[in-house]
């Protein structure tokens, strides 16, 4: 009963999805045949498209006549020539003006070939236009940069005159997207141990001056205008006005050193020979004793200890020096064994067995199940 019902809704969905296809090919074939039944003149005596949507910004001499980028998908625009008739006329390309307006024939709407919109060029080195308009006249090219301003290229035909801020001057409207800043104002000039760090406030951009973060400097009088990483190999650590001292600076104070290590290797031996080289005469001067004394040989045996004693004095020196030194790393510790990780294994592998005979048990017992209800349906000979 279930399965008749089922076969009887698919049927009603099918019958509907026909019906559907077939409204829809009678609506195209009606289209198509009213397409091809209009007069060969019908074509030119259809209404203009419909050009209102298109926004003209202000041109040359605050003529709205600047198609708005928005609108390039369709570069058009209507105009009611000298007779009153409503043309729909294209618009010139960048580097082009409209010298005159296009006019349409008797009955028609849309402009014959020839009587379009006539675009001209701009003069080079003079004029410009940047965008696509239907303006009557282009831009003037500008004769110079503003003040702390250099050119950075000429003008042309789609472009007026390119300039930039000088060095340490910038441009402080971030909305100024034109060719040539409306004005520059002057960086400033930050003392040792600080650098220019660019801020935005009141919707303009400025400068300010901030102090060089940790491990970097900037020296007094310097040529960096920026604050510079301090140097590796140092005696003396470096602060926001100074840079690090270096062992190699009597050589070459501007070279920093190569590597580390030789500069260890060389602050160790510098150091090393700073220290006090021991005389012959200090055990003597260590162990000499205020008693007074008599006889010369008196003298040479109070204050000149034995050699077991001197034996004993330089020992914890030798001990210290060991003790400091960094020890080796055993290399048969790493090959010790851990029982928690075959412990962890074994475990894993006795989980996987008994996973393994659970399945095939189950297996088993479904296979002699069906193996009953198989021998229950089956027809007797």
Known sequence: ?????????????????????????????????????QPPGALHSQEPRSTTDNTFLPGPNEELCILHDRDIHDPTYEHRD??????CCSVCKPGHYAREFCQCDEGETIPSPGKDTDCVHVN???????????????????????????????CTRRADLHCRCDEEWFNPDPFDTGNIPKTCRQKPHCYAGEERKQIQEAGLFEFICVPCPRGYFKAMGGKWKRCEPHRN???????????????????????????????????????????????????????????????????TSESTPPADELSKTSAPVEHVEADTSTPKPD??????????????????????VYVALQFALACYIRYKQYKREYAKIKPSK
Do not use: F
């Open 233 to 299: 190999c140092l005696i003396r650590q470096g602060n926001a006005i100074a840079d690090n001292v270096c062992l190699n600076d009597d050589v070459a104070a501007s070279q920093p050193c190569p590597t580390p290590e030789p500069c260890v290797v060389e602050q160790a031996c510098k150091q090393d020979a700073s220290l006090p080289t021991p005389s012959p005469e200090l055990p003597e001067q260590s162990y000499a004793t205020d008693k007074p004394t008599d006889t010369p040989e008196l003298r």
């Open 82 to 87: 000298e007779q009153g008739r409503l043309c």
């Open 331 to 352: 290399p048969l510790l790493a090959c010790a064994w851990h029982p928690e990780a075959y412990i962890a294994l074994g475990a894993a592998g006795a989980i996987l």
């Open 124 to 154: 080079i080195g003079l004029q410009y236009m940047d965008k696509h308009n239907k303006c009557t006249q282009p831009y003037e090219c500008s004769a110079r940069c503003n003040a702390n301003q250099h050119k950075v290229s000429d």
């Open 1 to 37: 009963m279930n399965v008749m019902k089922t076969l009887k809704c698919d049927c009603w969905v099918l019958l509907a999805l026909v019906g559907v296809a077939v409204y829809r090919s009678a609506v195209a074939y009606e289209s198509n045949l009213k397409r091809h039944l």
